[in-house]
């Protein structure tokens, strides 16, 4: 009894080892607040273009500095929650819909006889849902709203029998492999590229060749790791612990598959016309995280309807799904209050402008790859991909002229330096809050995460230089 009492007590210390989100999250909040006393604050100055508020390249000029007192740091965490508010409902509302259609068995039957018509076709299962994923994470359809599509990844790998983290890699890791190479999406390529005043979407060729090459990388990278786990499911990033969130050590018994019923196609059937309608509205009507969560509550009460539920029960069942996923939901707001620290205390233009002075004397080649490399610094401090690109982009934009490197190479640089970066961002929300969603560990996601990275960003440089060499353009 003594001794598993000190093997317990063991696993109890290395786990408290492993710092929480939260935690990590406020000491880098607290990193930020003191780095106000030390950098130097100071600004760019800014114009309107149309709905665009642009940085003035060469106009960053000191300015009184604004340290963070103690207050402002403890209501940073407050104005982040409030500034990160759509998200933050958006992951709430996705816990509520999902235990409302998880109570009626449609999604969990429905998985299990997926996984089992594919049985032996593990890589054609990751092919198609992760290639779909990519595919509406390029055109930038889904982005923030991948978190909601999490626990149908989680619930996938429960019926393969794998892990969280695989769970979790087919639907981030597939939509984020299309977004962070984008070749059609408006709110980060399109912006980047009118601030650049480059014709919209142009380059598409040469885009469409990196998508498809980061892509298949993308898929063969969480293909190998299935194939590893079904040779030895110890072999698991998260050990004896496949799925945290649930604490669950053996998912390798015999399932029995249950039945599929009229009324569980039904439910489906209503789920799948929900989700491709907010799809093919996000594309026409351009709507985004607001909408989402009203067309889960909808989809919630829908569900209920179809599976004869009652109206307090369907209401219980959605409020009890809130209250499981808070703790993603809530970390959302942690992250953003970084951006407000770092806002606030005025240091992201001496930071920018610091880039702009080393990156100007470099060969193109060189200039090219600090760009990327710089684009992909700066992320960990701006994780929004359209505020890195009103920020940054003025200023590489004259900056690529002087160096000698075409504006299309520039474009493409920070739109690697910011893609690459989202999957390890500890100042992401949208990572933060699907981590603390599955109880996955950003300590263990690294691990698994850090050899995908590198990959992308070897991969990166060689875009990057074939596009110097080729004079990519136009201009």
């Not at 983290?165 to 890791?173: H, Q």
Request: overall charge neutral.
């Amino acid at each position: 009894m003594l001794a598993i009492a000190k093997k317990d007590g063991a696993k109890q210390k290395k786990r408290s080892g492993s710092p929480d989100a939260y935690v990590l999250l406020f000491i880098i909040v607290l990193i930020c607040a003191i780095a106000t006393y030390i950098v130097p604050a100071g600004e760019f100055d800014r114009v309107e273009k149309g709905d665009i508020t642009l940085t003035v390249p060469g106009s960053y000029h000191a300015v009184e500095s604004n340290p963070t007192g103690f207050m402002d740091f403890l209501l940073a965490f407050q104005t982040g929650m409030v500034k990160a508010a759509p998200i933050i409902f958006m992951v709430l509302f996705t816990g509520g819909a999902f235990a409302v259609i998880d109570k009626t068995g449609a999604l969990h039957s429905g998985i299990l006889n997926f996984v089992n018509r594919m049985k032996n076709k593990d890589i054609l299962l990751i092919i198609f849902v992760s290639g779909l994923f990519s595919i509406l994470g390029t055109f930038g359809v889904i982005v923030n709203s991948v978190i909601a599509f999490i626990p149908l990844g989680i619930m996938i790998a429960r019926a393969m029998k794998l892990d969280a983290i695989f769970g979790v890699a087919l639907i981030y890791l597939g939509t984020y492999a299309g977004f962070n190479v984008s070749i059609m999406n408006p709110s980060t390529l399109g912006l980047t590229q009118k601030i650049a005043e480059l014709p919209l979407f142009s380059g598409i060729g040469f885009r469409i060749v990196i998508y498809v090459i980061i892509t298949i990388i993308t898929i063969a990278y969480i293909a190998l790791y299935a194939r590893k786990l079904r040779k030895d499911p110890s072999k698991s990033i998260l050990g004896d612990n496949l799925f945290p969130d649930s604490g669950d050590t053996n998912v390798s018994e015999e399932q029995e598959i249950p039945e599929f019923t009229g009324k569980h196609k039904l439910v489906m059937a209503f789920v799948g016309i929900v989700l491709v309608a907010f799809i093919i509205l996000a594309i026409t009507l351009k709507w985004d995280i607001e909408e989402m969560t009203a067309m889960f509550i909808f989809m919630g009460i829908g569900v209920g309807l179809i599976a004869r539920m009652s109206a307090n029960e369907i209401s219980k069942t959605f409020i009890k799904g809130c209250q499981n996923i808070a703790y993603g939901a809530l970390i959302v707001g942690m992250a953003r209050a970084v951006v407000v620290i770092l806002e606030d205390g005025k240091m992201l233009d001496t930071i920018v402008n610091a880039l702009a002075q080393v990156l100007e004397p470099l060969p193109p080649m060189v200039g090219a790859f600090g760009m990327f490399i710089g684009s992909g610094l700066l992320h960990f401090l701006i994780s929004s991909g359209s505020g890195e690109s009103v920020m940054l982009m003025p200023i590489l934009t004259p900056l690529a002229d002087i160096i000698g490197v075409t504006r299309q190479v520039a474009v493409q640089a920070l739109m690697f330096g910011e893609g690459f970066v989202n999957c390890i961002n500890p100042t992401s929300g949208v990572l933060m809050a699907i981590l603390a969603m599955t109880k996955i560990s950003y300590g263990k996601w690294l691990k698994f995460m850090l050899p995908l990275t590198a990959i992308w960003v070897v991969f990166g440089f060689i875009f990057l230089a074939i596009g110097v060499m080729i004079n990519w353009g136009p201009y």
